[in-house]
Structure formats: structure tokens, C-alpha cells
């Protein structure tokens, strides 16, 4: 599966964004699917994953509350929706793909397919 990301921008602190994968492949309702993200210096961390139909997500504690991961299998989409942005949110993200018919944990543990990223910048 081959993923692009993209959607990411400037934005002040407090405020909202939406950025998105966009999936190819006739497969990929038959991956779980994950949001990770890399600040300056810092390693890449999990953000958020959701299994293959949406039922089952999962969100690290900077996101909980804050983001939502979402899916469209119709459309070979995933997105995450970030609310209450802080600039400590600033960081390139990534979306990932696990193992084709892996569980969810899959991606969080050893994601198998990376896009390449995009830039969100939370200004103070």
C-alpha cells in the first residue's frame, strides 16, 4: 500500500486542523492504519491508530481528547482531526499502514508502510 499525507499548515494555538492519507491499492480496508509524528530532535512517536474498520482506535496520551482518527474505506482515506492545538504539537506527520490483515496493534508496535509527511506548525 502506498500512502501520501497531506493537509498540514500553519495554525495558531487553540485552533483546529484536519490532515489526510490518502491510500492506494485495492487492499487497504484490510489495514489498520496509524498517525505518528516527529518534532525537531526529537524521535517519531505513535499519535493515534484505528484497525481496519474503524471500530477500534487507539490514542497516545498528548492526543487523547484532543485528536480524533477517522477512516474511509470508500475512499481509501484515514484522517486525523486535531482540536485545541498547542505549539508543542509542532511536528512533520506521518501516516502508517501495519501488516496487510494485522491487527491493530500491528501498526502501533511495527507499522510496515510510511508516507511521507506533512508539516503542522502550531504558532503561540
Known amino acids: 500500500v502506498q500512502l501520501q499525507a497531506y493537509g498540514g499548515g500553519l495554525v495558531q494555538a487553540g485552533g483546529s486542523l484536519r490532515i489526510s492519507c490518502a491510500a492506494s491499492?485495492?487492499?487497504?480496508?484490510?489495514?489498520?492504519m496509524g498517525w505518528f509524528r516527529q518534532a525537531p530532535g526529537k524521535e517519531r512517536e505513535l499519535v493515534a491508530a484505528?484497525?481496519?474498520?474503524?471500530?477500534?482506535?487507539y490514542y497516545q496520551d498528548h492526543a487523547r481528547g484532543r485528536f480524533t482518527i477517522t477512516r474511509d474505506n470508500a475512499k481509501n482515506m484515514v484522517y486525523l482531526e486535531m482540536n485545541d492545538l498547542k505549539p508543542e504539537d509542532t511536528a512533520v506527520y506521518y501516516c502508517?499502514?501495519?501488516?496487510?490483515?494485522?491487527?491493530?496493534?500491528?501498526?502501533?508496535?511495527?507499522?510496515?508502510?510510511w508516507g511521507q509527511g506533512t508539516q503542522v506548525t502550531v504558532s503561540s
Open positions: 502508517a499502514a501495519g501488516g496487510l490483515d494485522e491487527a491493530i496493534i500491528s501498526v502501533i508496535r511495527t507499522p510496515q508502510f
Open positions: 491499492g485495492s487492499t487497504f480496508s484490510r489495514y489498520a
Open positions: 484505528i484497525s481496519w474498520t474503524g471500530g477500534s482506535t
